[in-house]
Every structure is written in structure tokens, then in C-alpha cells.
């Protein structure tokens, strides 16, 4: 079965990075775009950004130059390097493979940034 398994989260200040995996399993990774969402406290979950099986990369406008999505086939791993945090980053991050009709979900990893 799909499972998705995110790590790295943390509190850091503002200004500060993080990197953020997922490791993937019950499926061939490699021939499947990858997502990154986030949840905050209220809010709606939004997409930050998507890799696909080539390696080409999405980003919610706002987080552009700031975000790096990648990908790493051998490790069947995607990851999301996070820069110059702000307050309003703080979410709880999910990484997210849907396939065919089926949306996938990790746990979360909480990310907060303080001022």
C-alpha cells in the first residue's frame, strides 16, 4: 500500500531554513509527480509545489525563489528546502501523490516559524 512518511519539520526563526523529506513507498516513484501542500491553523490546505517524473518543477506563486522542491529516484524520496522563513509559513507541510483518481497523504511534519 502507498505510504508516505514526512520528516524535518521544526521551529526555527524567521529568516531561517529547513528541509523537509518525504520518503515514498507501495508505488514506482519514479514514474509519479509528487506534491507538497501545507495546512495552516484555519486555513485551507494549499499546494506549494509539485516535481514531476522528469523532474520538472511547480511553485505556488507566492513561494517562488524561496522554495525548492526536488527529488531523489534512487532513494524514492522528494524533498522541499525551505528559505528565508517567515511567520506565515507555519503550517503543518504533507506530501501528496495522487494516482489515477486517489489522492495519497503523509502524516504531516509541523513547521513553525517564530518572529
Known amino acids: 500500500q502507498v505510504q508516505l512518511v514526512e520528516s524535518g519539520g521544526g521551529l526555527v526563526q524567521a529568516g531561517g531554513s529547513l528541509r523537509l523529506s518525504c520518503a515514498a513507498s507501495?508505488?514506482?516513484?519514479?514514474?509519479?509527480?509528487m506534491s507538497w501542500y501545507r495546512q495552516a491553523p484555519g486555513k485551507q490546505r494549499e499546494l506549494v509545489a509539485t516535481?514531476?517524473?522528469?523532474?520538472?518543477?511547480n511553485y505556488a506563486d507566492s513561494l517562488k525563489g524561496r522554495f525548492t522542491i526536488s527529488r531523489d529516484n534512487a532513494k524514492n524520496t522528494v524533498y522541499l528546502q525551505m528559505n528565508s522563513l517567515k511567520p506565515e509559513d507555519t503550517a503543518v507541510y504533507y506530501c501528496?501523490?495522487?494516482?489515477?483518481?486517489?489522492?495519497?497523504w503523509g502524516q504531516g511534519t509541523q513547521v513553525t516559524v517564530s518572529s
Open positions: 501528496n501523490v495522487r494516482r489515477v483518481v486517489n489522492d495519497y
Open positions: 507501495g508505488f514506482i516513484f519514479i514514474l509519479n509527480a
Open positions: 516535481i514531476t517524473s522528469d523532474g520538472s518543477a
